[in-house]
């Protein structure tokens, strides 16, 4: 009994564990449009899922994460983003 | 090294409590449990025990309560009745099924309606599938002792399962007995400090209590099963390991008295079982073999202990003071349904009495006997569940 | 001290979760994690949020999390609280994050007597309206003249017939140090409000209105343009209550016309001209109450 695979089960886990992804969720994308961007960091600040990061080398998308919801886009006052249909997850 | 005090059952829980020395205790006042919580209170205003006191507004925050402070690592405590149980019944289930240790007086109590304040054991009794141990007491002194052996217990690594000790309301709440209370000491080489398996630490982040899709709920209730199975086997051991340090024999998962020649026996839980012991010594002197079989451990469910009690018995009475509507007394379900394909012919009646709290008498008891003793006779049982002491 | 949108640090402390695209709620408990930092518990309940962030194998949380059971939320957080303080940690953020329905109504108990018992935590009620977890059925918290799958509207005009619970001001009755409206579209404002909240010497309550797109009927896209609306017509004004002193955090210049915001949300959609004007009456009214010195 102690032996047991089963014994002592309590639904505690460490956190985090993410082996699923969201990405193919999205029908839509985000592109950024470089040169309309002042790397201001709204869409960042504004992405419910926080995919999207200010780097050294410029914005960068989680694309496992992004949904596709548009939030970005719609937000961005320089119209630096815009959602493009997406072909294929990757 | 004892004092000796002549206390009720609630106080005598309370002194447990002061003993055991839980770190959180969240209490809502009912009737009859509420001087258990008056009597913790009283403790820590007195500096007689140090331990955070919520007071929360409901039975049900008092053990959400109690769940997040064991979350953080933390000994606790909380005492219910009847309704309070009923109102707590959505976290009862969360408690055990996140295996979390913890002990909870019952000060037993029927249920409304009508309004009742005095004891049977309807309360706990309809709480049995919630995933609690559950031991009944039969007087003051046992309900100290059993608070003492059901931390143990519900700590244990392998069974990580919370307790409840059941004390008939008024009849051990509130009636004064003599109590022997060890010293700290003693009470502090039986029981260790509490040892979380889990408790939240902002450097290790957990997820208390994830949910689950169809292949993963089952393992984790089988696993309760376990850690049930595992309290089976300890009850007895924890039960010999306190009668070694405190000098009291104590009942372990049953207690059988005057049962091995018997050819009638009463199964009894609570503070009736002393009545039927005086009336078992009563019949004996006129001839009769009669015994008394004490269930104190009704979940986890001893049917083998108690099999092999009753496996010679020509009649057994199964007393209930609780009611399953529309099929009979709930122990004597268990009983029946242990005895089941593992004894010879017997003749079994389910007595229902003490509803309410209306007293159960020596000659209640002695009907009990003589209903067993004419249905071995007549080799036949006439009504299989009756109900003892209606008014007419 | 994080005080604007350009001081949050860039990690994640819920990332990955199974919200949906837009999902206003996922958004407010991102920043506000990103607030509190890592040395925080949050306690959460029966929710989109609870689901979508514990539900294995995806626990999205960086931080421990306690599930609580849905009544029971005030008193898990009093609990845990209490536990903490018994083992050295007070210096740890106990935070309930909760949903309006878990809040407003089956939590509403024990929230007031956690509020009363005066304990130091953040309770954060992430308001998108109705009960969107289990089909957007409709809570206390759903305004009037909204659409949920229990006031379907219909031949019988059963739409939500009664105004939303104000929450605000029943937090504030319990004279708890600080109470604040939020928004997901006023960033900035609703960071300070977190750090605010962080630093209150007991109880803190702050309600983040979190727009829902598949609840609310409007474009995964518009969720924060939906939020903003709320405060730009008046509907949702962005005020605190601070340790007796009430003030607006943002207040809007001219006020937009209510149909605005309602006319683009398909909860509303049947409403008529009518009652959008009704609607626009109301929150005058609340407008002139507010403009006459009065508070949550």
Known sequence: MP????????????CPQRPLTTGSWRSMRPQVQVEKCNLCGLCDVLCPDGVIKLTAAGLTIDWDYCKGCGICATECYRQAMVMVEEVANV | MFERKFINGNAAVAHAVRMIQPEVIAAYPITPQSTIVE??????????????????????????????????????????????????CEMLPYVSGNRMPMVMAVANR???????????????????????IQLYVENAQEAFDTCLQAYLLSEDSAVRTPVMVCLDGFVVSHTDELVELPDLQAV??????????????????????????PDRYMEYKYSQQLGMDAALHLIPQISARFAAIFGREQAGLIDAYRCADAEYVLVTMGSVTGTARVVADKLRSSGLKTGVLKVRSFRPFPSKALVEVLSQVKGIGILDRNYSFGNQGALGTEVKAALAGNTAQQQIINFIAGLGGRDIKPSDLELMYQKIVQAVELDTVAQPVEFIGLRG | MINSIKELPAEELVYGSMACAGCGGNLALRLALKVLGKNTVVVTTASCLMGVTTFYPQLAFGVTCVTSVFPGTGAVVSGVVAGLKRKGREDVNVLGFVGDGGTVDIGLQALSGAMERGEKFIWLCYDNEAYMNTGTQRSGATPYGAITSTTPGGPNEMWENRPKKDMLAIAVDHGIPYVASASIAYPDDYIKKIQKAMQAPGPAYIQVLAPCPPGWGHATSQTVAMGRLAVQTGIWPLAEHEQGEFRFTHRPVNRKPVGEYLNQQGRFAHLSPETVSAIQADVDAKWDKFNSGCGF
């Open chain 2, 188 to 213: 502090q080489q039986f029981l260790p400090t509490y040892q979380p398996l889990y408790s939240i630490d902002p450097a290790t982040p957990f997820t208390f209590s994830i949910g689950v899709a």
């Open chain 2, 39 to 88: 009597k913790v209170a009283e403790f820590i205003a007195q500096g007689e025990l140090d331990a955070e006191y919520i007071k929360v507004e409901s039975e049900h925050s008092a053990l959400a309560a109690c769940f997040g402070a064991v979350s953080a690592g933390c000994r606790v405590f909380t005492a219910t009745s009847s309704q309070g149980l009923a109102y707590m």
């Open chain 2, 110 to 132: 029927g249920m409304a309606a009508p309004w009742t304040i005095w004891g049977d054991h309807q309360d706990s009794v309809s709480m049995r599938d919630q995933g609690w």
């Open chain 1, 3 to 14: 032996n047991s695979p089963h014994a002592n089960l309590a639904p505690h886990l460490k």
